[in-house]
């Protein structure tokens, strides 16, 4: 059973909106950073964006910083991802996954190996 479950994905037309969503099924991960990451068919693993436990902040990768938005409701378990002005180059699976160490809060980057619980992904499909 995985404990991190993305939904929200789907297909838009480019400049479109998807807001996706992660749930922690079991409850437990409120002091754990999330982070959204992202991976197209020849791609590597790209870090999306990050959200700090402690205080909230954000970080956004440069591709999509000023459209995406990543938040968190601790009373819902859940963290959003809110994606605007899709473009087709964000076609992708994506993927949250929480941070392997309590209360570790974001960085200038996202790395991967940080992250050890994993969801499943919901995909996103950007047309042109």
């Known amino acids: 059973q995985v404990q991190l479950v993305e939904s929200g994905g789907g297909s838009v037309q480019s400049g479109g909106s998807l807001r996706l969503s992660c749930l922690d099924t079991?409850?437990?991960?409120?002091?754990?950073?999330i982070a959204w990451f992202r991976q197209a068919p020849g791609k590597e693993r790209e870090g999306v964006s990050c959200?700090?436990?402690?205080?909230?902040?954000?970080y956004y990768a440069p591709s999509v910083k000023g459209r995406f938005a990543a938040s968190r409701d601790k009373a819902k378990y859940t963290a959003y991802l809110q994606m605007d002005s899709l473009k087709p180059d964000d076609t992708a699976v994506y993927y949250c996954?929480?941070?392997?160490?309590?209360?570790?809060?974001?960085?200038?980057?996202?790395?991967?190996?940080?992250?050890?619980?994993w969801g499943q992904g919901t995909q996103v499909t950007v047309s042109s």
């Open positions: 996954a929480a941070d392997s160490i309590r209360f570790r809060g974001c960085l200038a980057t996202i790395p991967p190996d940080d992250f050890n619980i």
């Open positions: 079991r409850f437990d991960l409120s002091e754990r950073t």
């Open positions: 959200i700090s436990v402690s205080d909230g902040r954000t």
